[in-house]
């Protein structure tokens, strides 16, 4: 079958299900390639409705929206995980490309699924078991002792459905609220990588250097790329889990392991299928970014170099702060960008023009550089400065 | 007084009038820093008006459509030079910002002013004349030899509009269909040479590497950066010529002096206000693209680092060839982007999206790296290939 193209540019189209910074930064890279993003938006004030030129209001759980979508649509793809199953088969029943598809996407939807998953692949993961009840909870606790970690098989993120858990009687409660809950032993883990990989209809994979993910009240704040110190046989490793993954599950696009490392080796805390937080360093460091790779891979267009364009990048999270508070007396967003741009000329902000409320993600800053300490302290600190309003002074020289 | 801001992100709304692809590249500049571009496009099928949120149809012509671009846009800006003077003095009339002005853009806009400024200024530039008649260029050639090179002072573009004249007889039918024109002496070149510079109202400037341009039948092929083999003392000359004629015609936004290179030093052939297809290359190859330093210029935000990510890039020029011809019968647009992917993984596309007409630029590919003739083989490859449909068999390897 051919392709469907754009007819007045004889090219894709790609719809995205959500409207967010995801989307927003995929536009970017379809404007590169000839093509122009395709969103599904629930509100024409979200991040990627405000830049691209054609939103389609609806909701991603409507499989009336999402047709409306994918009608005209060379593929249809996701910024993120929240679509439900029945309706990515109704969509491909009716003939639309969905990539990755739903039998990939589950993985990536229900912890649950994924961690039989890997059970039957024999890949490396916490100690886990579905728990329905009190008992079940306090049987696993039993052998693995307490705390145990419960997580809602769907719809958690940015460290919610997420719960450190000390007792059975509170695990007992967590289970009326939520129904059946993952059940995982704590791991007790040297630092949190992420290995991405995106892969092809036609089977191509390409890997990027695995990096290290600093995570904050269960949020990422910063992503360090390459991991610092990582063996050269830690990360071949991590990058082959990543493919082996990618394989097994079918997966078409971008798929990020988020990973675990503990004195042993690496264990798999879960998945992403569309490109993701600990891969925005790819816009400046490396020669193809996340991006434009998850458009190229779900087009089943020959993905592109990874390689790095400096030794070390860091990515800094801008995460609603002081400034964003309702009673925030300093600089306000426009300011604020002005200093930190004569501050620090050669890092590189993405804001994503979303309302700024506490904790929320409103933007990253990338910082290129040969010495990791420098380079660091600059993402860390331009970040800081437009999430609070604080500029440090030991970083001022 | 208080910049006008977009009460949905707090960020200012540059307005472009234009939607070719220098707009398309803008707007994704735009996005990055919070933003989002308005155009004024004279067709929804432009470049540009395929992929902004905020697109007002119109003409560049009419005061009118200028007026419903500047309408709540904090500063008003150009991608081509075709503005009527008199229609920007009446926006900065009506209390809007122009960014660069008209007293400033009147330079890109009529050859003859530049000649008088800079000669005023006492830059090196080509002997010239006004010619309103063939005696009067009969005269500047007996001074400076046949042939000489008729231009007209407003319009031109990529070759058109110049003329390289032996005799009054053809220069004098020139006149009669064109009016008064520019006569210059032509100059005994090396090479085309292109010094970048932004500036903005606070009067801060930021260069980039001066650049070597390739022209083919008038049109700019391929563009060398750093300019190869150029002396540290011409290359801090240019820069510095560029500074000057920024500061002295106050410029705001992007200014691109095109330069002749001769045994003697350098003389300025034009300039532009805007960013410029001598620039492109500065998306991958430099931390701050010539797209977002424009608008960083004419918001008045403080400009970017512009060194270079690699030691050397080259951008080359897709120009409608023989794939763009109406009895092509190889592979359509799509399956060449197929092919260029898999053969140059490195290599970064930039296609506009515009219908495929011979000569046009439908896009631009830039190579990044260490080696000279290798970076430019593979750009010079990798463009001929999509805009001819060639693989050149030598470059396979």
């Known amino acids: 079958m051919a392709a469907l193209l754009d007819p007045r540019t004889g090219l894709p189209v790609v719809g995205m299900v959500g409207g967010g910074q995801l989307s927003r930064m995929t536009h970017q890279a379809a404007i590169a390639l000839g093509q122009s993003l395709r969103v599904l938006a629930t509100d024409p004030a979200e991040s990627a ?3 691209a030129a054609d939103v389609r209001l609806g909701d991603h759980r409507s499989l009336a929206d999402l047709e409306q979508l994918a009608d005209g649509a060379t593929v249809v793809t996701f910024d993120h995980e929240h679509v ?43 100690a886990w078991a579905q728990a329905d009840s009190a008992d079940d909870v306090a049987a696993f606790a039993a052998e693995h002792g307490w705390p145990v970690v419960l997580k809602t098989p769907r719809g958690g993120y940015d460290g919610k459905g997420v719960f450190v858990v000390s007792d059975a009687e509170e695990s007992g409660r967590l289970l009326d609220r939520h129904g059946t809950l993952l059940v995982e ?40 790329a390459p991991a610092p110190g990582l063996s050269d046989e830690l990360a071949t490793a991590a990058q082959e889990l990543a493919v ?3 394989d097994r599950l ?6 990020a392991v988020e990973l675990f490392e503990t004195a042993d080796g690496v264990l798999v805390n879960e998945l992403a299928m569309r490109p993701h937080n600990s891969g925005h360093w790819t816009i400046e460091g490396a020669r193809t970014s996340q991006f434009e790779q998850h458009l190229r891979a779900v087009l089943d267009y020959p993905l592109g170099d990874t ?22 007396t300093g600089p306000v967003l426009d300011e604020r960008i002005h200093h930190f741009m004569a501050h620090w000329p050669d890092v ?10 506490s904790g929320r993600k409103l933007g990253h800053v990338t910082a290129l550089g040969g010495d990791l300490t420098t380079v660091r302290a600059r993402a860390a600190a331009a970040a800081r400065y437009l999430a609070d309003g604080v500029m440090e002074a030991p970083l001022r020289s």
Chains 1, 2 share one sequence.
Not at 307 to 328: C, F, K, Q, S, Y
Request: proline share 6%; aromatic share 4%; glycine share 8%.
């Open 49 to 51: 409705a405000l830049v």
């Open 84 to 126: 439900p199953t029945e309706h990515l088969h109704a969509l491909e029943a009716a003939g639309h490309l969905v990539r990755p598809g739903p039998d990939a996407l589950v993985h990536a939807q229900d912890k649950l699924v994924l961690r039989r998953a890997l059970d039957a692949a024999g890949e490396p993961q916490p």
């Open 185 to 224: 032993a704590r791991v007790v883990m040297v630092r949190e990588l992420s290995a991405q990989v995106a892969r092809s209809p036609f089977g191509q994979v390409a890997v990027w250097p695995v990096v290290e993910t600093v995570q904050r009240d269960g949020v990422c704040a910063e992503v360090l």
């Open 244 to 246: 082996r993954i990618a």
């Open 250 to 255: 079918g997966v078409v696009g971008m798929l």
């Open 307 to 328: 390689r790095m364009t400096a030794p070390v990048a860091v990515m800094a999270n801008i995460l609603g702060g002081a400034a964003a508070d309702e009673d925030w």
């Open 348 to 357: 590189k902000l993405h804001w994503y023009g979303k309302g700024q409320r």
